[in-house]
C-alpha cells in the first residue's frame, strides 16, 4: 500500500540520492579527499569542504540511536499523526532520520539493530521508494 508523504527534496544531488532508493539502494555522499561520509546532501564535504563527492551504497544495518512520537499536525493532514520517527546511525557512521517499519514507539530500545527496507509512498512530485528501518 503506499502512503502519502511529505514532499521530498529533489533537484542536484537529491535526485541521486533518490534514485538509488529507486534500486532498493541507501547512497550517502562520501568524500574522496578526506575519506569521510557526508550527509545529508551537500554541494561539498562538511568535513573538510571537497567536492569530489562520490555516492556510496552503504549497507543499510545500524542502531536506533535516538527516537520520538510527533503527535502534532506538522504536514496539515499528509500524514496520520501520531507518527514515530527514529534516528539510525548507521554502521558506517552517519545519522539517518527515518520512520520505523513494523514496530513502534514502545518497542524501541536504545541501540537496537536495525536494517533499511523501502516502502512505496507517493509526494506531490509523484511515486518513490522511502527507506524507513526494521528490526535486525
Given at each position: 500500500?503506499?502512503?502519502?508523504?511529505?514532499?521530498?527534496?529533489?533537484?542536484?544531488?537529491?535526485?541521486?540520492?533518490?534514485a538509488?532508493?529507486?534500486?532498493?539502494?541507501?547512497?550517502?555522499?562520501?568524500?574522496?579527499?578526506?575519506?569521510?561520509?557526508?550527509?545529508?546532501?551537500?554541494?561539498?564535504?562538511?568535513?573538510?569542504?571537497?567536492?569530489?563527492?562520490r555516492?556510496?551504497?552503504?549497507?543499510?544495518?545500524?542502531?536506533?540511536?535516538?527516537?520520538?512520537?510527533?503527535?502534532?499536525?506538522y504536514y496539515?493532514?499528509?500524514?496520520?499523526?501520531?507518527?514515530?520517527?527514529?534516528?539510525?546511525?548507521?554502521?558506517?557512521?552517519?545519522?539517518?532520520?527515518?520512520?520505523?517499519?513494523?514496530?513502534?514507539?514502545?518497542?524501541?530500545?536504545?541501540?537496537?539493530?536495525?536494517?533499511?527496507?523501502?516502502?512505496?509512498?507517493?509526494d506531490?512530485?509523484?511515486?518513490?521508494?522511502?527507506p524507513?528501518?526494521?528490526?535486525?
Amino acid at each position: 500500500m503506499t502512503q502519502t508523504r511529505p514532499n521530498r527534496t529533489l533537484g542536484p544531488g537529491h535526485d541521486d540520492f533518490w534514485a538509488g532508493c529507486a534500486a532498493g539502494e541507501l547512497r550517502i555522499q562520501h568524500c574522496n579527499a578526506c575519506d569521510k561520509h557526508s550527509w545529508p546532501v551537500f554541494g561539498h564535504c562538511e568535513h573538510c569542504g571537497s567536492t569530489d563527492l562520490r555516492w556510496q551504497v552503504m549497507s543499510g544495518k545500524g542502531k536506533v540511536v535516538s527516537w520520538c512520537c510527533f503527535v502534532q499536525d506538522y504536514y496539515r493532514g499528509v500524514m496520520s499523526v501520531p507518527y514515530d520517527t527514529i534516528m539510525v546511525e548507521l554502521a558506517e557512521g552517519p545519522i539517518f532520520m527515518s520512520n520505523p517499519a513494523d514496530f513502534a514507539y514502545d518497542d524501541i530500545t536504545f541501540e537496537m539493530p536495525v536494517e533499511v527496507t523501502f516502502i512505496d509512498a507517493e509526494d506531490a512530485a509523484g511515486a518513490f521508494k522511502l527507506p524507513v528501518f526494521r528490526k535486525a
